[in-house]
Antibody
Framework: QLQLQESGPGLVKPSETLSLTCTVS??????????WGWIRQPPGKGLEWIGS???????YYNPSLKSRVTISVDTSKNQLSLKMSSVTAADTAVYYC???????????WGQGTQVSVSS | DIVVTQSPLSLPVTPGEPASISCRSS???????????LDWYLQRPGQSPQLLIY???NRASGVPDRFSGSGSGTDFTLKISRVEAEDVGVYYC??????????FGGGTRLEIK
């Protein structure tokens, strides 16, 4: 059974860089059948797509966040990572990693990790 | 950006009764390949979202057949034939035709009367 587990600091100071890791177990992160994404959910609000990374290594970011976001994959560790620079309180959210299968949807999600931005 | 609008915001339902949620997009989600790139997700309280429906009308693995998706182009509907207590949560639609950006609807909260 595929499992995704997000990890990272729960508290980040304003203007600093948020760094999260998603560890994939029970399957390979390197497959042309899937791609991977990060989605976030501010407290009490809806879901926002942050960006995705494809098997080819191509990345797509939400234009509203593009200048601050980097998504990458470490195939040797079977991990997905998210870096978001210059964070503000508006970046406080639960951050999810998820797998999207071609021809389907985001079919596997991590449990999410809470990140708060505060001094 | 493709804007996705859900209604209603809140949906109180008596167990055993049907429920229906609407999702409308600002642009067609119908690809030239004939598929509608719209997903439905359920986020139960305190849990991660789970995929219910993909490509507008295909149930994901393990999803009960009381859930069904329909629609094409810009108008889509998620129907639950007989609501059960475990169906409580927030339902989201997601358009996946336009990759930049993928956009979710604002959510519909289903509660039991």
């Amino acid at each position: 059974q595929l499992q995704l587990q997000e990890s990272g600091p729960g508290l980040v100071k304003p203007s600093e860089t948020l760094s999260l890791t998603c560890t994939v177990s029970g399957g390979s992160i390197s497959s042309s059948s899937f791609y991977w994404g990060w989605i976030r959910q501010p407290p009490g609000k809806g879901l926002e797509w942050i960006g995705s990374i494809y098997y080819s290594g191509n990345t797509y970011y939400n234009p509203s966040l593009k200048s601050r976001v980097t998504i990458s994959v470490d195939t040797s560790k079977n991990q997905l990572s998210l870096k978001m620079s210059s964070v503000t309180a508006a970046d406080t959210a639960v951050y999810y990693c998820a797998r999207r299968t071609y021809g389907s949807g985001f079919d596997y999600w991590g449990q999410g990790t809470q990140v708060s931005v505060s001094s | 950006d493709i804007v996705v609008t859900q209604s209603p915001l809140s949906l109180p339902v008596t167990p055993g009764e049907p429920a229906s949620i609407s999702c409308r997009s600002s642009q067609t989600l119908l690809h030239s390949n004939g598929y509608n790139y719209l997903d439905w997700y359920l986020q139960r309280p305190g849990q991660s979202p789970q995929l219910l429906i993909y490509l507008g009308s295909n149930r994901a693995s393990g999803v009960p057949d009381r859930f069904s998706g329909s629609g094409s182009g810009t108008d889509f509907t998620l129907k639950i034939s007989r609501v059960e207590a475990e169906d409580v949560g927030v339902y989201y639609c997601l358009q996946a035709l336009q990759t930049l950006p993928l956009t979710f609807g604002g959510g519909t909260r289903l509660e039991i009367k």
